[in-house]
């Protein structure tokens, strides 16, 4: 139990010293600003965003995008649950034996349906 | 263990007044009053910490003088040279400048949003270091689930880069935090995969395990793993073969057009010591760590040879290859690696069936492995690159009619 402290000890005071990196970085570069190592004089045109020169015309904040977003993200949590399945079955897999390999087969066997439905339907292609 | 460091063990005596049997301290007089003996350890633990992140930090900022210097090597130019000796002071005159850049934050940015999206760009990357095991009994932490940690922390960067490219509200940068979370999302699935026939041969998630069960280095028995996680590996870095997130003369440079300064400082140093970080796993799941043929060169100076070497390949991968299209990206996830991943997978299922007594494998029978593997591992790369070939319609796209 101890050395279930030390580890998780350690790895909090790297959490710690990780967040307090980049922060540190964004302090530098206020506390540069107040004393003058960095310019600070917003105006009108700096503010806008930057549209490879021309004003930018209409409501800026939203864009259109495709529908086949949806579709890799469905199928990626499809996936990624499996892989979350994987990961304990194979550290056990060793004492598990002949039955779990045919377990995780069945399984994968159902999910690789979907991917193969997903590509005879057309739904992994980009621009079709 | 850590406690065998050197600095660790002095700091950790200086503070410690306990049984001198316990803590291997040769006299047992500290600077600490005998209640506060749980101290020692964190405390020497933290100057090891920040003694790590600064090295770390370093090697980093030496990268991307490293990697502009090779590029220019290999685009036969000379790359920067004017900053200190063959410009070797190129990353701090870079730091410098960028320090003194006015930073303007668009009107219409979610500001908060906009302010954080560089710090947990680079808080996951720094996080990694922790679990590496980077020489012979030299690693901070010996977590039992340090593989899922890394690869789960890792992911973190996809919610950095769409946190960037959503809160500027510029239209270009939503287009490429759109794609970045559309291809880092198909390539972890890949990536993660892979990993799953390591796991199967060591049975463990520490990597301190996975580096002792490589009597042979895993290359050769996963071969097909290490190709699938050194491409998704430079597809989830966005790096040139797949930097369609940051296309240049597509979206301008993508999710961090807004940025500037420090902040845009922050996400170049994220991007290039993820490499290193890369680097350093595929080192230790796939070159077998810091084991060397020598044993007179010290194990920390074989892992970090054998973590140059690799970033030497991403930067030459870089150096070689054009960027591909959109869709040929997304369709090379899902129709080539994840079919390859997963035959990969059971292929090696099988044999650890077979040869596996315990979960424990011969040398031996590592080698045999590791020929029927590399076998497998060429048919199945032949029949899936000719599926890929025949569902893209490459043949039929540039058939000439007379």
Not at chain 2, 64 to 90: C, D, H, K, M, W
Not at chain 2, 299 to 320: G, Q
Not at chain 2, 357 to 380: E, K, Y
């Amino acid at each position: 139990m101890e050395n279930y402290f030390h580890q998780y000890g350690l790895l909090a005071m790297f959490v710690i010293v990780a967040t307090a990196v980049p922060i540190g970085m964004l302090v530098v570069s206020y506390l540069a600003s107040k004393v003058s190592i960095r310019p600070h004089k917003p105006n009108q045109t700096k503010s806008t965003i930057y549209e490879c020169g021309v004003e930018p015309i209409g409501p800026n904040k939203w864009v259109q995008f495709d529908f086949k977003y949806y579709m890799y993200a469905l199928l990626f949590v499809i996936f990624d649950i499996e892989t979350i399945f994987l990961f304990p079955w194979a550290i056990q897999f060793g004492k598990l034996g002949m039955f779990a390999l045919v377990e995780m087969f069945i399984f994968v066997m159902i999910l690789l349906v979907g991917l193969i439905y997903a590509w005879k339907v057309k739904a992994l292609e980009w621009g079709k | 263990m850590l406690s065998e460091n050197l600095w660790f063990h002095n700091i950790y005596c200086f503070l410690y007044t306990g049984d001198t049997a316990i803590s291997g301290c040769s006299n047992a007089t500290g600077l600490l009053p005998e209640s506060l003996n749980w101290m020692p350890y964190y405390i020497a633990g933290f100057s090891m910490v920040l003694v790590l992140i600064n090295i770390f930090m370093a090697f980093g900022a030496l990268y991307t003088y490293a990697e502009r210097r090779l590029i220019g090597r290999f685009q036969s130019r000379v790359g920067p040279n004017r900053a200190g000796p063959f410009g070797i002071l190129q990353p701090v005159a870079d730091g410098i400048k960028l320090l003194t850049k006015e930073s303007m934050i668009p009107d219409q940015a979610d500001k908060p949003v906009y302010n954080l999206a560089p710090i947990i760009m680079l808080i996951p990357v720094i996080l990694v270091v922790a679990v590496l095991p980077v020489g012979e009994g030299t690693f901070m932490t010996d977590l039992n689930i340090a593989l899922l940690f890394a690869i789960s922390i890792t992911a973190l960067t996809t919610i950095a880069i769409f946190m960037a490219g959503f809160s500027t509200g510029n239209r270009f940068a939503m287009l490429g935090a759109m794609r970045a979370v559309a291809q880092l999302i198909s390539y972890e699935v890949p990536v993660v995969l892979s990993t799953v026939g390591i796991i199967l041969l060591t049975g463990s998630l520490s990597l301190v395990d996975v580096v002792e069960a490589q009597a042979i280095p895993f290359i050769l028995v996963q071969p097909l793993a290490f190709l699938i996680f050194i491409i998704g590996g430079s597809a989830e870095m966005n790096r040139t073969p797949f930097d369609t997130v940051e296309a240049e003369s597509e979206l301008i440079a993508g999710y961090h057009i807004e940025y500037g300064g420090m902040k845009f400082a922050m996400f170049q140093l994220a991007e290039y010591a993820s490499v290193l970080i890369n680097s350093a796993v595929i080192t230790t799941l796939f070159l077998s760590g810091w084991e060397g043929p020598f044993s007179f060169i010290p194990s920390p100076i074989w892992f970090l040879l054998k973590m140059f070497f690799m970033a030497f390949c991403f930067i030459w991968i870089r150096a070689t290859l054009p960027r591909l299209r959109m869709d040929q990206v997304m369709s090379f996830a899902w129709k080539f690696l994840l079919p390859l991943s997963l035959i990969n997978i059971f292929v090696t299922a099988i044999e650890v069936l077979i040869f596996g007594v315990n979960g424990t494998f011969t040398q031996g029978d590592l080698w045999i492995i590791s020929g029927i593997n590399i076998i497998v591992s060429i048919i199945g790369i032949v029949i899936f690159s000719k599926i890929l070939e025949i569902d893209s319609g490459f043949n039929t796209q540039f058939k000439v009619t007379v």
